[in-house]
């Protein structure tokens, strides 16, 4: 069963940090593409942020180039967020997400929250 946890959301100010991380299970993490996806309220899904297998090719969405860098370890199967520069726009829950030709399976969602 693949189990996604995602963890180090929360609230913090405009032009802050956070660093958000993903514990992934019941599948072979270092075989598959991962990706950060965001819902902000009221909104669809977004997907930010992806990493191949190897993690030696990125992508991200225009929102997030040059703010949020995506990493990954797979010797201890963790998917990573670094988020700098925070805008109140970026408020949203954030999922990790196994992809097959699409989002397969996602997380439970962190919540971020950037607000003065």
């Known amino acids: 069963e693949v189990q996604l946890v995602e963890s180090g959301g929360g609230l913090v100010q405009p032009g802050g940090s956070l660093r958000l991380s993903c514990a992934a299970s019941?599948?072979?993490?270092?075989?598959?593409?991962m990706s950060w996806v965001r819902q902000a309220p009221g909104k669809g899904l977004e997907t930010i942020s992806a990493?191949?297998?190897?993690?030696?090719?990125?992508k991200y969405a225009d929102s997030a180039k040059g703010r949020f860098t995506i990493s990954r370890d797979n010797a201890k199967n963790t998917l990573n967020l670094q988020m700098n520069s925070l805008k109140p726009e970026d408020t949203a829950v954030y999922y990790c997400?196994?992809?097959?030709?699409?989002?397969?399976?996602w997380g439970q969602g962190t919540q971020v929250t950037v607000s003065s």
């Open positions: 990493i191949s297998d190897g993690g030696d090719i990125t």
């Open positions: 997400a196994k992809m097959n030709y699409g989002v397969e399976s």
């Open positions: 019941g599948f072979t993490f270092s075989s598959s593409v």
